[in-house]
T-cell receptor, first 113, second 111 residues
């Protein structure tokens, strides 16, 4: 049963702490993405990766970091430098970048206390 | 600067009737478009796509229309069902490996 998993579903963090959001896919997709959704806004791209060991900044990368050591995994770290980290975070993957549908995970709701 | 706009934040439709969700874009270079459906606290689910070489694409109850000259696309759902109640996002492929998403339209189908 292929898909994308994100964990945890809900995450609470104290201000000033770094936190890592997990994203795993077993679809054998090369490309993976991280988006952020805020109320009343569309999905905004944080980082994307076209292939293992390569990743690129999206539109709102400041305060975030990623790694892509394995094809299946693309973890996102929300650092203390991110000024407004409370949001719903979505991970996605696609066969390749370009004219391909992106498949999304269930999301992680991060709340900074 | 919103390059992909969904100007109606919400829409209510009676069950069995047609739902029409609209999306406008500003960049004529966009040539591939997607529609996604999203339930609360879940990830978006891909619904249907359309390439700029077409003006219509159908998949069951879902049809997407593209008007390139007006830079406008619309998603038609016929007949609408209560399970269609969700937020719908359109997305445009901007090249450079990314999609640009609209802000979404919340559809409520009334039984």
């Amino acid at each position: 049963d292929g898909g994308i998993t994100q964990s945890p579903k809900y995450l609470f963090r104290k201000e000033g702490q770094n936190v890592t959001l997990s994203c795993e896919q077993n679809l054998n997709h090369d490309a993976m993405y991280w988006y952020r959704q805020d109320p009343g806004q569309g999905l905004r791209l944080i980082y994307y990766s076209q292939i293992v060991n390569d990743f690129q900044k999206g539109d709102i990368a400041e305060g975030y970091s990623v790694s892509r050591e394995k094809k299946e995994s693309f973890p996102l770290t929300v650092t203390s430098a991110q000024k407004n980290p409370t949001a719903f975070y979505l991970c996605a993957s696609s066969i390749g970048t370009g004219y391909n549908e992106q498949f999304f995970g269930p999301g992680t709701r991060l709340t900074v206390l | 600067d919103q390059q992909v706009k969904q100007n109606s934040p919400s829409l209510s439709v009676q069950e069995g009737r047609i739902s029409i969700l609209n999306c406008d874009y500003t960049n004529s270079m966009f040539d591939y478009f997607l529609w996604y459906k999203k339930y609360p606290a879940e990830g978006p689910t891909f619904l249907i796509s359309i390439s700029s070489i077409k003006d219509k694409n159908e998949d069951g109850r879902f049809t997407v229309f593209l008007n390139k000259s007006a830079k406008h696309l619309s998603l038609h759902i016929v007949p609408s069902q209560p399970g269609d109640s969700a937020v719908y996002f359109c997305a445009a492929y901007s090249g450079t490996y990314k999609y640009i998403f609209g802000t979404g339209t919340r559809l409520k189908v009334l039984a």
